[in-house]
């Protein structure tokens, strides 16, 4: 009877261990390179681009040539340089920005524009500045004191309300302290209009409580002041 199981000599033995090492490394290796060169997925859904150890559910990481103004991130439009949304690894980013690079000043700083220094930005709602909380249409900086352009045309300066203390009347332009001062800042003469086209031009004084109103007289020679609003 014969035996069928076949024998290897030290030669094919020698073969096939070196073909199953060789081909163990280059598996390693192209694991290796995919793993830290190119994109990361783990078993948790973590990926990361351009980095094995993405410390976010998604983190892109700046390749080693890159620079601080270098786009990490991008959006553009059917495989332009032009970017609509452009992310530095500086941690800057740009919308509509032909030319960002320029305009980066500070990490987090944001560019909104078509190109150069020149920006555009459409706010649908309200902007409030410093934690300020705003209406449509409203732009508020700070809270407490504040700079207020509201959508209804009126202008706060260091107030929280348009609305004078005690009265029913909402003012359209408020500066808080008391004091407001209108200078050319030259020698040339400083000038205050007040217009009307209905009954003459008035202006509300209060003295201790008390409301009165100054205005032109109807025979336009004098300026009469009298207790009252301005009608």
Same mark, same amino acid.
């Given at each position: 009877m014969h035996n069928n199981v076949k024998s290897f000599n030290l030669r094919e033995v020698f073969v096939i261990v070196g073909a199953f090492v060789a081909a163990a490394l280059l598996f390693v290796a192209f694991s290796s390179w995919a793993t830290t060169i190119g994109t990361n997925?783990?078993?948790?859904?973590?990926?990361?681009?351009?980095?094995?150890?993405?410390? $976010?559910?998604?983190?892109?990481?700046?390749?080693?040539?890159?620079?601080?103004?270098? @786009? =990490? /991130?991008? &959006?553009?439009? +059917? #495989?332009?340089?032009?970017?609509?949304?452009?992310?530095?690894?500086?941690?800057?980013?740009?919308?509509?920005?032909?030319?960002?690079?320029?305009?980066?000043?500070?990490?987090?700083?944001?560019?909104?524009?078509?190109n150069g220094s020149t920006n555009d930005l459409?706010?649908?709602?309200?902007?409030?500045? $410093?934690?300020?909380?705003?209406?449509?249409?409203?732009?508020?900086?700070?809270?407490? @004191? =504040? /700079?207020? &352009?509201?959508? +209804? #045309?009126?202008?706060?300066?260091?107030?929280?309300?348009?609305a004078h203390t005690g009265g029913a009347n909402v003012d359209r332009f408020v500066f808080d302290g008391g004091n407001m001062r209108v200078s050319?800042?030259?020698?040339?003469?400083?000038?205050?209009?007040?217009?009307s086209e209905g009954g003459g031009s008035c202006i509300e004084l209060r003295q201790a409580g008390t409301l009165y109103r100054a205005f032109v007289n109807a025979a336009g020679t004098g300026i009469l002041v009298e207790a009252g609003a301005c009608q």
């Open positions: 997925i783990d078993a948790t859904g973590t990926m990361g681009a351009a980095t094995s150890t993405p410390w $976010g559910t998604l983190a892109v990481d700046q390749r080693e040539a890159q620079g601080i103004i270098d @786009p =990490t /991130f991008v &959006v553009g439009d +059917n #495989g332009t340089t032009t970017p609509f949304i452009f992310v530095s690894s500086k941690g800057i980013v740009s919308f509509g920005s032909t030319t960002p690079s320029p305009l980066f000043l500070n990490p987090s700083d944001v560019v909104i524009g078509r459409f706010v649908s709602g309200g902007l409030g500045v $410093g934690n300020a909380t705003t209406s449509d249409g409203d732009l508020v900086l700070g809270t407490g @004191p =504040t /700079f207020a &352009v509201l959508g +209804n #045309g009126r202008l706060i300066v260091g107030a929280s309300t348009t050319s800042g030259g020698s040339a003469t400083t000038t205050l209009s007040i217009d």
